[in-house]
């Protein structure tokens, strides 16, 4: 079993368009964290929140954890070929273990 | 500062044979893992250390090994290559876990045939 799943697991967008990437956990979430990972590349930490309701952004990229801690969601905006890559949520859901969750590969056509 | 540091890059095996897989962080971090990310299946912790001296397994510990006698480097040792650890390896290292998110290597990708 997966204890972090992704949707939608594959994005194709045009150019300019917006996309959400959801990521959601069955026990609570003691910190989520958001990464990119290029192809064939190693991965660039994006964000974490902590906080039910919190909410960041980092460019043109935003990303919500909802109040019972338990789901977050990435939002992009206007998207570019260069948001294109592969997306992982992370946590500690445990206490004492991080956990990924399986990835959305996300495709931006120009 | 060149935070996580892993080598190789690329790596084919044969069935049987053995090899290590580099890992050396310069951030003087405390907690270092490694993962492996199979297609479609996101990453999964191998193993992982909390100091030098320290190990403990992951998810899949089965036919790898870690050693961590300094604080920088954490190896990753394969001992009988199978096809089935035929993956892409990901180092990476944090000061707290989970704190402020992981610092990761560019991977290594081994083939075993």
Not at chain 1, 20 to 37: A, D, E, F, P, V
Not at chain 2, 81 to 87: F, G, H, L, R
């Amino acid at each position: 079993s997966q204890e972090l799943e992704q949707s939608p697991q594959s994005l194709i967008v045009q150019e300019g368009k917006n996309l959400t990437i959801n990521c959601t956990s069955s026990k609570t979430l003691y910190g989520l964290y958001w990464y990119k990972q290029k192809y064939g590349e190693g991965l660039i930490f994006l964000m974490m929140l902590q906080k039910g309701g919190e909410e960041k952004s980092h460019e043109k990229i935003t990303a919500k954890l909802d109040e019972k801690k338990q789901q977050s969601s990435l939002h992009i905006t206007a998207s570019q070929p260069s948001h294109a890559g592969i997306y992982l949520c992370g946590a500690d859901i445990t206490g004492n273990q991080f956990y990924f969750g399986t990835g959305t590969s996300l495709t931006v056509i120009p | 500062n060149a935070g996580v540091t892993q080598t190789p890059k690329f790596r084919i095996l044969k069935i049987g044979q053995s090899m290590t897989l580099q890992c050396t962080q310069d951030m003087n971090h405390n907690y270092m893992y490694w993962y492996r990310q199979d297609p479609g299946m996101g990453l999964k912790l191998i193993y992982y250390s909390v100091g030098a001296g320290i190990t403990d397994k992951g998810e899949v510990p089965n036919g790898y090994n870690v050693s961590r006698s300094t604080t920088e480097d954490f190896p990753l040792r394969l001992e009988l290559a199978a096809p089935s650890q035929t993956s892409v390896y990901f180092c990476a290292s944090s000061y707290l876990q989970g704190a402020n998110g992981y610092t990761f290597g560019s991977g290594t990708r081994l083939t075993v045939v």
